[in-house]
């Protein structure tokens, strides 16, 4: 069991409080699977073993598992019973849209906490070892971008762009993390284009700034790939306030 975390499943036995009793027979199966580092398609206990050992009804239970299958942490199956899934990054992007409606959290907000996982992507790209997985891995998105007919396939080629290099930086959390920002980032994309629907250049110059970016990864620059990125954002969207990311823009060549 994690050190620091009050575990509702502990030793085979948990004890719930009487309020919210099928949450918190989910949170002592989530605290279950963590503590038995159960990976997807392993198998939990049969529902009857689990409100024995939570002291709850089998009906509670049965309400946290389906509570859990809808996250997609936990899947049903006859024959089978109830096994670990494997949640997508979908579950995190309707979270988002819904808090985004909700909250009005604007575009711009989302923009300046992706600039900093952006940047974070491009300075561990340009950092891989292997120089030919850093010079290939942008190649398809960048040939895609060229050969847009339209600002949808364009859009499309822009966030596989982004995913190949969260991707080729190694790090699972960043690459979960843009996935699920992907509506949002898709919906964001448009209105950074409408704002500069006026400019002809405006697809020339974002080929560009990936282009920038692709070759200072490509040559493991780290300082370059950051500098580019923070330039691309900085010059998409010159209303934004994008904190750190800022100052090294402005003074890029």
Known sequence: MRRGRTSLYTRGVATLPRSS????????????????????GDP??????????????????????????????LVRSQ?????????????????????????????????QCRAALEAQSAALAASVDDAT??????????????????????????LDFHLALAQLAGNHALVLLLEALNTVVSHSLGQLWRRVAGRADAL?????????????????DRDAAVRAMAVHFLESAPDVDYGILTPPARAAP
């Open 21 to 40: 009793l099928s949450d918190q027979a989910a949170e002592a199966i989530l605290v279950l699977i963590d503590d038995e580092r159960l990976g997807a």
């Open 44 to 73: 939990v206990p049969p529902a009857g073993e689990l409100a024995r050992r939570f002291g709850v009804s089998v009906v509670v239970v049965r309400e946290a598992i389906a509570a859990l299958a809808g996250r997609g942490i």
């Open 79 to 111: 024959g089978r019973g109830t096994v670990v899934g494997r949640p997508g990054a979908e579950i995190l992007d309707s979270i988002l849209r819904v808090r985004m409606r909700q909250d009005g959290i604007a575009v711009d907000e989302f923009q």
């Open 133 to 158: 997985a850093r010079a290939t891995a942008l190649s398809p998105a960048l040939d895609a971008m060229r050969a847009a007919q339209s600002l949808d396939a364009f859009r499309e080629a822009d």
């Open 204 to 220: 020339r110059r974002t080929v560009g700034h990936h282009q920038r970016i692709a070759d200072a990864v490509a040559a493991g």
